[in-house]
């Protein structure tokens, strides 16, 4: 199956922006989708598509894509911002509509 | 509301089966294909399966494949995953999650997640 490979860890200072990043082969042909996810508690689709946010989730989030690569950016980080965030994509090897994750990032909010 | 609500997990031995089922309301279940995602703990999602919205299409990850089945009862609104010849390694919360129409892999909702326990 394909990767999706993410930097373990980032932070942020409160109030500034940060990109988290995804990388892999997939991203050439699909988007990404991204998901936050807070501890004890089930992933939230922040963003999917060139850069939609579903209903609820605030402006400070947007999503963009370049090559192999996917960026989530958080304009304006929040405390309540810190969690784990994990991209995916459609699996681009063999695997019919499969689907592949990458190994999250966890956002420290400073 | 859209819900979705896992239930079936629970402590099983090495080599044994389970079936987790994930009971949907308030959408019409039978428009949207289901994934199973899994995360072992501490560890970070994993997809396990999806099903399109008819049932007649099944994906399976490589590490499960052979040994567990997805399947959805539409009459019901209910998922299934059936998980036989369990490992160690398939230790985790198995969550049920629903793809956006037109999109397979984007997962609009989630459930609260079944904990799986393989262990002697």
């Known amino acids: 199956s394909s990767e999706l490979t993410q930097d373990p860890a980032v932070s942020v200072a409160l109030g500034q922006t940060v990109r988290i990043t995804c990388q892999g082969d997939?991203?050439?042909?699909?988007?990404a989708s991204w998901y936050q996810q807070k501890p004890g508690q089930a992933p939230v689709l922040v963003i999917y598509?060139?850069?939609n946010r579903p209903s609820g989730i605030p402006d400070r989030f947007s999503g963009s894509s370049s090559g192999n690569t996917a960026s989530l950016t958080i304009t304006g980080a929040q405390a309540e911002d810190e969690a784990d965030y994990y991209c995916?994509?459609?699996?681009?090897?063999?695997?019919?509509?499969?689907?592949?994750f990458g190994g999250g990032t966890k956002l420290t909010v400073l | 509301e859209v819900q979705l609500v896992e239930s079936g997990g629970g402590l099983v031995q090495p080599g044994g089966s389970l079936r987790l089922s994930c009971a949907a309301s308030?959408?019409?279940?039978?428009?949207?294909?289901m994934h199973w995602v899994r995360q072992a703990p501490g560890k970070g999602l994993v997809w396990v399966s999806r099903?399109?919205?008819?049932?007649?299409?099944?994906s399976y990850a490589d590490s499960v494949k052979g040994r567990f089945t997805i399947s959805r009862d539409n009459a019901k609104n209910t998922l299934y995953l059936q998980m036989n010849s369990l490992r160690a390694e398939d230790t985790a919360v198995y969550y049920c999650?629903?793809?956006?129409?037109?999109?397979?892999?984007?997962?609009?909702?989630w459930g609260q997640g079944t904990l799986v326990t393989v262990s002697s």
């Open positions: 598509g060139k850069n």
């Open positions: 997939s991203l050439r042909s699909y988007y």
């Open positions: 308030g959408f019409t279940f039978s428009s949207y294909w």
């Open positions: 099903i399109n919205s008819d049932g007649s299409s099944t």
């Open positions: 995916n994509s459609r699996d681009s090897s063999g695997n019919h509509l499969g689907v592949v």
């Open positions: 999650a629903r793809a956006t129409p037109g999109v397979e892999y984007y997962f609009d909702y």
